[in-house]
């Protein structure tokens, strides 16, 4: 009767296992949902989460990451796209083992950040940048809303925009624990 998201590899399939280790009753966060592949990974292969939050406008854009020209995007979503793109996402928790858990906000993330206290959450994992710019955005309003010891991961490791903006958030908050890399996932403990 349910989609099997627990043999599903999506992006966020290296950090699975963190995150289903990391204590119950999580509350986490994924930014950047698209069709909610990732998002129903993670409520199918991590039960001790309480709840998942996710955000995505579900709003044309362009995506610039990796892109060998700065003025020039690797691909474009226009509105009709992202319109299935969004039912997708909505099909997918419905028919998920576990979709109760989760609680969808369609709004553009940099807006909605007052709806989270600081260290609420258990988890983050950010996958809506589509420029170094975005991802620098992105960290200084979300990271404060991790718990200390909660983990923060991330996608798109593989490009050279995230890892400079993953790098300089580091160096700029003297953040020093380890770091771990795999696929093209990040992670670290707050």
């Known amino acids: 009767m349910y989609y099997d998201f627990t043999k599903t590899t999506p992006d966020i399939k290296s950090i699975i296992h963190l995150i289903a280790q990391h204590g119950n009753d999580l509350i986490g966060l994924e930014l950047g949902i698209f069709r909610g592949e990732s998002f129903c990974c993670l409520l199918d292969n991590c039960l001790n989460i309480k709840t998942l939050y996710g955000?995505?406008?579900?709003?044309?854009?362009s995506d610039y990451l990796g892109s060998n020209n700065p003025s020039k995007a690797l691909y474009s979503i226009d509105e009709k796209t992202n319109e299935i793109n969004e039912f997708i996402t909505r099909h997918n928790i419905k028919w998920s083992r576990n979709g109760s858990k989760a609680n969808i906000i369609k709004q553009d993330s940099n807006e909605c950040v007052t709806q989270f206290k600081d260290e609420s959450l258990d988890f983050i994992?950010?996958?809506?940048?589509?420029?170094?710019?975005?991802?620098?955005?992105?960290?200084?309003?979300?990271?404060?809303?991790?718990?200390?010891?909660?983990?923060?991961?991330?996608?798109?490791?593989?490009?050279?925009?995230?890892?400079?903006?993953?790098?300089?958030?580091?160096?700029?908050?003297?953040?020093?624990?380890?770091?771990?890399?795999?696929?093209?996932?990040?992670?670290?403990?707050?």
Not at 55 to 61: A, C, L, M, N, V
Not at 153 to 177: C, F, L, M, S
Request: proline share 3%.
């Open 55 to 61: 955000i995505d406008s579900w709003k044309p854009y």
């Open 125 to 190: 994992f950010f996958d809506t940048y589509m420029t170094y710019e975005q991802a620098v955005k992105d960290f200084e309003l979300w990271i404060p809303k991790v718990k200390k010891g909660g983990l923060i991961t991330g996608h798109d490791w593989d490009t050279k925009e995230v890892q400079k903006a993953v790098i300089e958030y580091r160096t700029n908050y003297n953040i020093t624990n380890i770091m771990s890399t795999f696929d093209s996932t990040w992670v670290w403990k707050k």
